[in-house]
């Protein structure tokens, strides 16, 4: 095992996911949860975490490039949602997440939307198991970096899991001043996003690349124009 490359490689996925970062930010958006789930509700969240990053990690590459989608759509598509997240905690009564209801809004409880996506797993974390797929030649080098991804998962998990405590401390109007801070937080995020996603966007664009990927293209073109005059005899016939 390369130690150099396996240490750089965990150190930049753990700076990528950033626990310590969001960690404020995932114990507001639990606080609609019940106390004494919410340590389960984070658990639950942090497994789908793992799951999301080795599915992408072994099939990451395929599943963009089958759809079509690049790295200027994840970073599109993930500022708007952490949009729609930021204003409902800025201004509570404009719940985009849990509905009109106040009896909704204090009893839903997240469910891969929004703390797994995009708050921990965004696209710089995709982008990075993918770019670490990439570098795998071997068997070696694949166990290597799926060991990388693990091993920093465990880390931020063990933050995410021991920040409630710290937090704790805040009370409830330490901590209403907190969802609403991140919110203001999260909202600069989010322009940061789209602005990343319009500029990756332009950037192709001037250099005269397709917008859609070449495989997800065919994929929606119609039939050929031979193929469907052969199909129309058999049609009739049935």
């Given at each position: 095992m390369d130690w150099n490359e396996f240490i750089?490689?965990?150190?930049?996925?753990?700076?990528?996911?950033?626990?310590?970062?969001?960690?404020?930010?995932?114990?507001?958006?639990l606080l609609p949860v019940p106390r004494k789930r919410r340590q389960r509700v984070l658990r639950r969240e942090l497994v789908i975490v793992l799951f999301l990053l080795l599915l992408f990690f072994f099939m990451g590459e395929n599943i963009l490039g089958y759809l079509g989608i690049d790295d200027s759509t994840l970073s599109l598509s993930?500022?708007?949602?952490?949009?729609?997240?930021?204003?409902?905690?800025?201004?509570?009564?404009?719940n985009v997440i849990s509905g009109d209801s106040q009896h909704d809004?204090?009893?839903?409880?997240?469910?891969?939307?929004?703390?797994?996506?995009p708050i921990i797993?965004?696209?710089?974390?995709?982008?990075?198991?993918?770019?670490?797929?990439?570098?795998?030649h071997s068997s070696a080098t694949?166990?290597?970096?799926?060991?990388?991804?693990?091993?920093?998962?465990s880390v931020?998990?063990?933050?995410?899991m021991c920040s409630r405590k710290m937090l704790a401390k805040l009370g409830n109007r330490g901590s209403v001043a907190l969802t609403r801070l991140m919110g203001?937080?999260?909202?600069?995020?989010?322009v940061q996003m789209m602005v990343n996603g319009f500029t990756s966007f332009a950037r192709?664009?001037?250099?005269?690349?397709?917008?859609?990927?070449?495989a997800a293209v065919q994929n929606m073109a119609p039939a050929d124009p031979e193929e469907q005059q052969a199909a129309a005899p058999a049609a009739e016939n049935k």
């Open positions: 750089k490689n965990t150190v930049a996925l753990m700076i990528v996911l950033d626990p310590v970062g969001v960690a404020p930010l995932v114990q507001s958006l993930g500022g708007i949602m952490l949009m729609l997240i930021a204003i409902g905690m800025v201004f509570p009564r404009v809004s204090q009893n839903s409880e997240p469910l891969v939307v929004p703390i797994a996506v797993v965004g696209p710089a974390s995709l982008t990075t198991v993918m770019i670490l797929a990439a570098k795998c694949l166990a290597q970096n799926g060991l990388s991804i693990v091993v920093a998962w931020a998990a063990v933050i995410l203001t937080l999260l909202v600069l995020l989010a192709d664009f001037m250099k005269g690349e397709p917008a859609l990927n070449p």
